[in-house]
């Protein structure tokens, strides 16, 4: 009876790897014309400033509304796109959707930085340069409400390569945000080598910020280093007002999170921003 149990097991599981092929092929094959059939959209998440109690800046992120598959989340489709090299054309796409948005509010009068996260793929592409001056280029933005998020792990595997690049992104005057902070393996000696704006605080870390004195130190020593690198700190995942508390006491100049809002609509996040200093969605 227990050989059949476990035979009964491994065919449920045969089962259900086929189904999860399955579906890979059928987003795989959905994602080659979500392009050109406009079927990528951004939304932004809202970051607050403690010292003026305003959003002064967001996240752009990245949402597939498929006709057959309904609301993708990125964690599912971003890895297809990069292995199939796609993601350069999408990350391009990106690039000129959230520098026409941040025009768009700059020639309104409410100058919002707004990020954009970029794949590992991009950061490879020879390309990337000539996307972002494309950008910059076609919607007339000042450069510097342009924000590129990179992660340690696209930087890690040719540190030359992304100082240059780095250094390049310097020029045109974009900002440049190290993204998912602390949660890598980088040494400090490693980030001081990086021309960047701002760093964003892993929401492992604040997630237990009220709770851990390990968490805690974590968030504190990372907000010394920014202090000595002259740059910003934005908190991720902040969800509540305690948590909040804490990160301000800290020092943190920025946080973002489902406290502050969840990522919206831009007309939405418009809204926000015009709202009284320490508005909340
Ligand atoms: P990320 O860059 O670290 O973005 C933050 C993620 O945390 C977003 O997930 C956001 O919705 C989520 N988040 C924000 N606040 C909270 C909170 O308070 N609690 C919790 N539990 N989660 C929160 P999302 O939108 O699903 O994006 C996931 C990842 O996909 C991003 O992580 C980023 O790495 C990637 N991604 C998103 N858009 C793009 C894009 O345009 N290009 C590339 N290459 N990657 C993207
Ligand atoms: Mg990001
Ligand atoms: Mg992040
Ligand atoms: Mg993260």
Redesign the pocket.
């Known amino acids: 009876a227990r050989v059949q149990g476990r035979s009964w097991a491994v065919a449920d599981l045969d089962e259900l790897d086929a189904q999860h092929r399955q579906r890979q092929l059928a987003l795989e094959q959905a994602l080659q014309s979500a392009l050109n059939n406009d079927e990528f959209v951004?939304?932004y998440?809202p970051q607050l400033d403690f010292a003026s109690g305003r959003i002064q800046g967001c996240?752009?992120?990245?949402?597939w509304h498929s006709p057959t598959l309904g609301v993708v989340?990125?964690?599912q489709f971003?890895g297809l796109?990069?292995e199939s090299g796609r993601?350069v054309d999408?990350?391009a796409w990106?690039l000129r959707e959230?520098a026409r948005q941040a025009a768009a509010w700059e020639r309104a009068g409410m100058p919002l930085r707004v990020?954009?996260?970029?794949?590992?793929r991009?950061f490879m592409s020879p390309r990337l340069t000539a996307d972002i001056e494309a950008a910059l280029h076609a919607s007339g933005v000042t450069p510097a409400l342009l924000e590129l998020?990179i992660?340690e792990s696209l930087t890690m595997h040719d540190v030359e390569h992304a100082v240059a690049l780095l250094q390049r992104f310097r020029a045109l005057g974009v900002s440049v945000a190290l993204?998912?902070f602390g949660v890598g393996h980088s040494s400090l000696a490693y980030v001081l080598q990086f021309p960047i704006d701002v760093l964003?605080i892993?929401?492992a870390f604040?997630?237990h910020v009220t709770r851990g004195r390990a968490d805690r130190a974590i968030v504190r020593a990372i907000v010394a280093l920014a202090q000595a690198l002259g740059v910003e700190t934005i908190a991720?995942?902040?969800?509540t007002q305690r948590q909040c508390d804490f990160l301000e006491a800290l020092g943190v100049t920025q946080v973002?999170?489902?406290?502050?809002g969840?990522?919206m609509t831009a007309a939405e996040l418009e809204a926000l921003a015009r709202r009284a200093p320490g508005a909340r969605a």
């Open positions: 951004l939304v998440q996240e752009a992120l990245l949402r989340p990125p964690a971003i796109l990069e993601i999408v990350g990106v959230a990020g954009v996260n970029l794949s590992a991009q998020e992660t993204d998912d964003k892993d929401r604040v997630t991720e995942g902040v969800e973002q999170g489902y406290l502050i969840r990522p």
